[in-house]
């Protein structure tokens, strides 16, 4: 939570967050995403332009994604989980070919094996934000 952001709490106890991103207060899951969205577009832009030795910082809160609350507690699933920790492995896939000088072909590919990863948790556990996060994926 930045500067920006205001935990406040609900009557059911729901932890939610002043995001300014969003009209309404938001889950501490849901504003993750949002993070998660911004630095993806970045990132996507840093491949796009083939420069990738100055990608963004790996952000580590976003391994938070496990423990996050999500606006609605039926998100978190045991099928969650799993596709959570497939993004952040393909996350993690993304930073060990720019490291390694992969070809950019591969950068790009791993980049949409990552976007692709969010899209299909999303197609099935919270299906508002795919068609935002369908542009992030590198043609």
Known sequence: MDKDQVAIKTEDSKK?????????????????????????DTLKTAIVNKNTKELPD????FENILGAEPTDEHTKSPAFDAMA??????????????SKGKEHSLQVEGFNLFV????????QQCPGPVSKISKLVIK
């Open 16 to 40: 939610l967050i002043n995001d300014p991103r969003s009209p309404n207060p938001s889950s501490e899951l849901a504003v993750l995403m949002r993070d998660m969205w911004e630095y993806a």
């Open 85 to 98: 920790k497939i993004m952040l492995q393909k996350l993690e896939n993304v930073y060990q070919n720019a």
């Open 116 to 123: 692709k990863s969010c899209l299909q948790c999303h197609e």
């Open 58 to 61: 790996y952000l580590p809160h």
